[in-house]
């Protein structure tokens, strides 16, 4: 007997399910042509929907106009060449920029981050100091107020980690010239723990809890 796909049109040995299609990927494909009049009408019903919620902005870098949706709204060039092209030859936008930047952010941070307990840890060592000051009752909290501070003429916002009896507590394995300036212009009362003090903790945490202490981490 002779069998022709019904989506590619070639004909085939049958053996395919009901012999309408030589393969699953030609039933699937067709299947998908019958509904694609349906997908376009919902994908079309959508945009007009959400029409509302776009903004029309004039990118300062070519000068075009370009829409974006609003949850886009602090976007400020079409492209990213465009906004390239803005930061490279608008020093003082990079500034401004780093002056109206936002707070404390979870999750800002390069290491193993999770929550524990009430306090959200950016790294191991953060939640080792926190597991520590916890099981040592020792009343922690973490610290989310931005204090300002200039270096190479640009103005920068630096958030201390935690807060412990009006002490901030800042967790840095390694002091830069621009980290040190921070540290030097800061209004209050600071205690740096580096790679050396920090050992301590991990260490009476790793004793305690295990070398893979990061399995605490609570899901949130």
């Known amino acids: 007997m002779r069998y022709i796909c019904e ?5 085939h040995n049958g053996l395919y399910g009901s012999g309408r299609f030589c393969s699953s990927k030609c039933a699937r494909g067709f299947s998908t042509k019958e509904k694609r009049s349906l997908i376009n009408e919902k994908v079309s019903k959508k945009r007009k929907e959400n029409a509302h919620n776009d903004i029309e902005k004039i990118c300062p870098a070519c000068n075009k106009k370009y829409t974006i ?5 602090y976007q400020q060039a079409c492209s990213r060449k465009c906004a390239k092209t803005i930061l490279r030859n608008n020093p003082e936008y990079i500034n401004k920029l780093k002056t109206n930047a936002g707070g404390y952010r979870e999750k800002g ?10 306090i959200y840890c950016n790294s191991s060592w953060e939640l080792a100091y926190v597991i ?3 099981d040592h009752n020792i009343i922690i909290k973490r610290n989310k107020e931005g204090f300002k501070y200039r270096f190479d003429n640009n103005v920068y ?5 935690f807060i412990i009896n009006n002490e901030y507590i800042e967790i840095k394995g390694y002091l830069d010239n621009k980290n040190k300036e921070k540290i030097n212009q800061f209004p209050n009362k600071i205690k740096i723990i580096d790679k050396k003090q920090i050992q301590p903790y991990l260490k009476y945490v790793k004793n305690k809890y295990g070398e893979d202490f990061i399995k605490l981490y609570e899901n949130k």
């Open 157 to 161: 916002k630096f958030y201390p980690d």
């Open 7 to 11: 989506n590619c049109k070639k004909e």
């Open 109 to 118: 941070g390069r290491g193993k981050q999770g929550w524990y307990r009430e």
């Open 69 to 73: 949706h609003w949850n886009k709204r």
């Open 132 to 134: 520590y000051c916890y």
